[in-house]
């Protein structure tokens, strides 16, 4: 009995134990949620226009839906000179609070009523059309130009802050989704609705040094809308659930990893996304542990739930410690229409071997003789895996005279496995031999590659110090023969003796040979022949017969001399 009392409290504590390592909590309707902010994404432009009298001129489209009082408050005392237009569908009262620079303009059938003490001369009634783009036209020819378009829903008082209420960029007023808590020449407020936000922190929080988790869930039942999300805070993991149709879009994700049952959009990127999780159950807990398993987290840091009232709507996720701290965060929120300046973040790497096992250190100095071999890397966008693709590479020279090369090189094989997303590469620095300087900058294009669509990556940038491989000073030529060489020479010389006695022996044969050799008369006319300077001496016609038999003796042994020998 004691065994099995054993054995069920060690499952009791087990059972406790899981379930506290996965920790989950009960969400409860709030008015302010300490980690998300949201605002309405409404109908808008913002321009840098401004007539030739220095007058700006703002449109406030006002909505009062779902409100009972539909009372709000105009505050310029101190605002610039302009021309307000005011328009709205519903009734509503206005208080209002002008400087002699400002002139309202409502419709001749306004449901506007206005009250004012002073500058009565300065409220304008128009007969000017009541939609949107119908009215910027209007304005347009009226005034020159539009400032401002701002929608607002449930406005209580709206005040200048006295600055200038321009943009810089273009003067033409294009309608589009924005957020006009941007505008940062006026303060809006607006009126409490019904809390629209359910909001939850279990009670143990990540530690320090761990990721923050963020869960945001929107019920099945509610509006399908685009939701845009910034992210403030750094290595956060947030885990997006939605209905069907629902699309979230990342406008900086490069510090971030999600997952979502929904399509997500990077527009810095141009991607989509698709959904990476199937999510059916919309329950807090479901979805909470659905998070947890995802990330392989043991607690999270908040889970919220909310209802959008519009088609678009911004949300802000980052600790908010004060509304001064709001206010900033939202002023540089970067709307969906523009092009954010965030890239997937890239990093070169140079190597000395195709190995990829010996990096070099950034500020090592390369042989141009050398190969090198490349690595560029990026930042993992969530769970998603994207392949990059080099596309060009050329070095720049440093200093007051640039020299750009373009630098020809090979990819090198990188599987998803074993480098994903990587791209690995190796090029050759020959070209920068003939050049004298040594500090480049190494730069690549790439693209970053989902399946088959492919889109701009941006570039990504190296220094690389250069230099040149030691020459040895060129000695005298030294030749080496060996044994085949010697005998060739050898053999060479004889070949020459041969054909030198061969045209001896043809000349001989075709000149012929004299039948009286003179020793003497041939020696005489040689020069240099110390005997052609001596005095013939006369002789005798008639010799003695003794003489003459000894001479003919020594004649004849000498002629039979050469004749034997060249026999």
Known sequence: MEGHMVRFVLLLCIAVAASASRQTCDPKEVNANPWIYMSEMLIGCWTSFISEDKTEVHILSLNFAGTDT???SLEMANAKPMNLILTSQDKAYALYNLTADVNLYVNNNSTIVLYGNQHHNNTHKQNFPTQDEELVEWARQKFGGVTSFTTIRNLKTVSSTGTNGTKPGSRYCTLKNEDALEKHFMKI???TLASSFKSCSPQQQNQGDEAELHIINIPENAKICNVSLRVDSSETSV???GPQGTTWTFLNPQHTKFCSNNDILLPAMALRIPPLRTVNNDSAESVQREALNHFKASTFTSYTELRPEESM??????KKENPAVKETATKSVIPITTNAPHQMPLLMQLYTSPDYRSPLDPNAKVQSDKRIYAEISGHTLGNIVLTIKVISCFVRSKGSCPVVKELPFMPEACSLNSCPNSARLSFSLDQLQELTSTTWDLECSVKLCDSEKCVDGGRVKR???????????PGPPCFDFGLPGVLGIAFGGFLIGVLLIGALWFIKIKTGYPTGLDISSTAANLPGCPCSGAKR????????PSENSSANASIGSTQSTPTSSMA
């Open 70 to 72: 539909n009372m709000f």
């Open 189 to 191: 407020e607006r009126a």
């Open 239 to 241: 885990f997006l659930r």
């Open 313 to 318: 709507i911004l949300l802000v996720l980052g």
């Open 463 to 473: 220094n690389l110090e250069v230099t040149q491989p030691c020459l040895q000073q």
């Open 537 to 544: 001496q006369p002789v005798s016609t008639n010799p003695s």
